[in-house]
């Protein structure tokens, strides 16, 4: 799910991890290696029902702490698109659908969250029709009604105010690409949702959407009463229906949750509330705070990183319990503005990139994010490998001699030399800065001018989100991960013309050829899609170059040595925070 921006998840390193692993019932993972591969599938349970099963060994009470090297950029459910901020909101957040992870390998299968089915579609698929459970209340006790759902869908519109969120609903959804939320002279007067009762949600389409149930597990689609709503401060003081509330929120900061008494777990079929609180701190120090959860040395025991792993501190680990495993469908990216930087020039920027040397410097761990050669991720239906030369995901680029020169004299050739290149990099995280400082000295030598613009961390995805900021290098998303196992949740978000209005463009490509073979392709069963994904891939690769595949991430996350049931969420490669425990409270 998204870069999960899960879809994401990286400016110049891999921000969260992000498809599997058999962690034991009241520890970390102790599994060897990692698996990558291994293609999700779209599996549901209409039937689902709560409490959520008891997990082996669980006890009750205390405070779970997360020291996070990232920063969420929100946590309005409208505006939440990266990874981490997904996951962590599903701690207070409930929607329409979510996911529960059965089994020893944790597979994701779709379930009704707070709605009692996963939608009826009508026969023309242009109808979607969603029963809501009854006695579901708001932290505060007040009931959560149907017209709070269609509320919450109406806000999304409103891409102005709530610009990194989730944007298909202005893609499929009926007049969603004139309707501009509740806030506008058109007020929440909007066809394209409606209650006919108070326990029935129907959504009206412009075109099919198949995908929707898989959809509907997004924040975006948690009620939100239109009483409550204060617009940009929300997320400050948040209606919660999960089984956590906000306590206090420091944008950037820190996040404190305290348990939701009006949680009722017999309506929730994937939560559960075992610890008493959660106190997230944003903005850590990576190697600082990995190795003091490695060390678990008092309340350290009790802390858990959701970044990988760096590869410096592996001699550090002296109990593999303490490192989360697992697979994730995302695929990490060197983004290039295609507005400014010409073809011919994006292909001496992949000719240059010191990739292995970046690799080394930036810390990763070959094992767990193994060099990428296509956009999709093998663990998204329809993934066939391939390799177009010198996209590999490997290469010294300009650190050797050879290439930097060729490079050079091209750029002169063209009368380029001197190109600027230009990026945004965290001031303030030591990794950052020094892949900026390695990258910057190899596309110099090749011939490039270097222009990199330090910005401190807690703001970096602000910067890297505009998608008409003043560089033309490292845009997000720099990473993506499946919304849902489909390359429907890739391509049409990522390299139509309109996903730079919709701010998820993949290399801000304009391209009305494009537009058509994808539009194509989105138009057959999906079925028939699997056949043509990869080909569109390659294409998009060989004759377009948005943008420099790096790796395909997985999960290597260190916990502390009181963490219960860490378990790796293979939807987006992240922790399942919902189930964790304290093995002493």
Not at 390 to 400: F, H, R, V
Request: net charge negative; with cysteine; proline share 8%.
């Amino acid at each position: 799910m998204q870069w999960k921006r899960i879809t994401a998840v990286a400016a110049t390193v891999m921000l969260a991890a992000v498809a599997c692993g058999t962690p034991s019932s009241n520890s970390g993972n102790n599994e060897g290696g990692n698996n990558v591969g291994g293609a999700q599938e779209k599996a549901t349970d209409p039937t689902a029902k709560g409490p959520a099963p008891e997990v082996e060994g669980a006890k009750k009470g205390g405070t779970i702490t997360v020291l996070s090297d990232v920063t969420p950029d929100t946590f309005d459910p409208t505006a939440t698109y990266y990874t981490d901020g997904n996951q962590i909101e599903k701690l207070f957040y409930r929607s329409l659908t979510q996911y529960r992870l059965d089994g020893p390998d944790h597979k994701p299968v779709l379930v009704p969250d707070l709605a009692e089915d996963l939608g009826t579609k009508s026969e023309d698929g242009l109808t979607w029709t969603f029963k809501l459970k009854q006695g579901i209340k708001y932290h505060d006790g007040t009931p959560v009604k149907a017209e709070d759902f269609a509320y919450a869908i109406k806000r999304s519109f409103a891409h102005d105010l709530y610009d990194a969120g989730p944007t298909y609903q202005q893609q499929f959804f009926l007049d969603g690409e004139t309707y501009k939320g509740p806030y506008g002279t058109g007020g929440d007067n909007y066809k394209g949702v409606e209650t006919p009762n108070d326990h029935t949600l129907v959504i009206h389409l412009a075109k099919k959407f198949d995908d929707l149930p898989f959809y509907a597990a997004f924040p975006m689609f948690t009620p939100i009463p239109k009483a409550k709503d204060t617009q940009k401060n929300y997320e400050q003081r948040p209606m919660a229906t999960g089984p956590y509330m906000v306590q206090s929120y420091t944008p950037g900061s820190q996040l404190k949750l305290v348990k939701n008494p009006n949680w009722d777990p017999n309506t929730d079929p994937v939560r559960h509330q075992y610890v008493d609180g959660w106190d997230f701190k944003f903005a850590q120090d990576t190697l600082k705070v990995q190795r003091q959860v490695l060390a678990s040395s008092g309340p350290d025991a009790n802390a858990v990183n959701y970044s990988n792993l760096d590869v410096s501190l592996l001699p550090e680990v002296k109990d593999q319990a303490q490192l989360v495993k697992g697979p994730s469908p995302c695929t990490i990216l060197y983004t290039m503005d295609s507005r400014k930087i010409p073809l011919e020039i994006r292909k001496l920027v992949a000719k240059a990139h010191p990739t292995e040397g970046w690799r080394k410097v930036a810390g990763l761990n070959p094992t767990d994010d193994p060099p990428a050669s296509t956009i999709l991720p093998p663990a998204v239906p329809g993934y066939e490998k391939y390799a177009i030369p010198g996209l590999d995901g490997t290469g010294k680029g300009a650190e050797d001699p050879a290439i930097a020169k060729e490079v050079k004299d091209e750029l002169t050739k063209l009368g380029k030399l001197n190109f600027e290149l230009s990026w945004y990099y965290s001031i303030d995280d030591p990794i950052s800065t020094r892949t900026t400082q390695f990258r910057k000295q190899q596309f110099e030598a090749a011939g490039f001018k270097v222009k990199a613009i330090g910005v401190p961390k807690a703001k970096i995805r602000t910067f890297t989100g505009d998608q008409n900021a003043p560089v033309n290098i490292g845009k997000t998303p720099t990473g993506w991960c499946s919304d849902w196992p489909s390359g429907t949740s890739w391509y049409p978000v990522l390299f139509k013309s309109d996903a730079i209005g919709l701010g998820n463009s993949v290399g801000q490509l304009q391209d009305k050829a494009l537009d058509a073979k994808i539009d194509a392709i989105t138009a057959k069963t999906p079925d028939e899609q699997l056949k043509e994904w990869m080909t569109l891939d390659k294409d998009i690769l060989e004759n377009y170059l948005p943008a420099i595949p790096l790796y395909y991430s997985s999960s290597n996350m260190p916990i502390g040595k009181n963490i219960g049931h860490a378990i790796n969420d293979p939807t987006q490669g992240l922790f399942e925070f919902t189930s964790m425990f304290l093995k002493q409270p």
